[in-house]
T-cell receptor, first 110, second 115 residues
Framework: EDQVTQSPEALRLQEGESSSLNCSYT??????LFWYRQDPGKGPEFLFT???AGEEKEKERLKATLTKKESFLHITAPKPEDSATYLC???????????FGTGTRLQVFP | NAGVMQNPRHLVRRRGQEARLRCSPM?????VYWYRQLPEEGLKFMVY????????ESGMPKERFSAEFPKEGPSILRIQQVVRGDSAAYFC?????????????FGSGTQLSVL
């Protein structure tokens, strides 16, 4: 069964304190791995898609990387506005749906 | 260019009533997905629809739940005879057609509360 596990469940950082979020996945064949950001009371907002092991993508203070078993979302020098829940999802080959993890709730304090 | 629109944002129902949740996809998108989110849980897939067709309903409970996406108008998720366990945030997402790789755009959700 396709599965996504995210860790840690919650992360508290001081502003400027870099860290990484982990997403481990089990899937029959990976078509794509996705990172979303979700703010309270809102729907998930798309951040990145990664297709193959070794791939990296960056956006502002965020960088996503992918291996055959996991993905990392690296946050460099975070700011309070980066506080949100970060969701990881996978799409398996020959399927038309995303399987989501439970997310990492990030809080960045000034 | 409006995003995915869901209404209502909040819906309160008493046990046994019906709940109807609406979703208008982004302009040009013909694929609609419904997900349910409970506190401390991830987004759970419910159903995937294209215009006038249900493609995958493997995540939707067999009883009381139904979904449609008519040729004209929004997609509707209907929950009959609601129970307290149906209380959750329901998110709709849309994607354009013709791509094997999904890139879902989500609405802001409908928070259903069952009293």
């Amino acid at each position: 069964e396709d599965q996504v596990t995210q860790s840690p469940e919650a992360l508290r950082l001081q502003e400027g304190e870099s860290s990484s979020l982990n997403c481990s996945y089990t899937v029959s064949g990976l078509r794509g791995l996705f990172w979303y950001r979700q703010d309270p009371g809102k729907g998930p907002e798309f951040l990145f898609t990664l297709y193959s092991a070794g791939e990296e993508k960056e956006k502002e203070r965020l960088k996503a990387t992918l291996t055959k078993k996991e993905s990392f979302l690296h946050i460099t020098a975070p700011k309070p506005e980066d506080s949100a829940t970060y969701l990881c999802a996978v799409q398996a080959i020959d399927t038309d749906k995303l399987i989501f993890g439970t997310g990492t709730r990030l809080q960045v304090f000034p | 260019n409006a995003g995915v629109m869901q209404n209502p944002r909040h819906l309160v129902r008493r046990r046994g009533q019906e709940a109807r949740l609406r979703c208008s996809p982004m302009k040009g998108h013909s694929h609609v997905y419904w997900y349910r989110q409970l506190p401390e849980e991830g987004l759970k897939f419910m159903v995937y629809l294209q215009k006038e067709n249900i493609i995958d309903e493997s995540g939707m409970p067999k009883e009381r739940f139904s979904a449609e996406f008519p040729k004209e108008g929004p997609s509707i998720l209907r929950i009959q005879q609601v129970v307290r366990g149906d209380s959750a945030a329901y998110f709709c997402a849309s994607s354009p057609s013709g791509t094997a790789l999904l890139k879902l755009f989500f609405g802001s959700g409908t928070q259903l509360s069952v009293l």
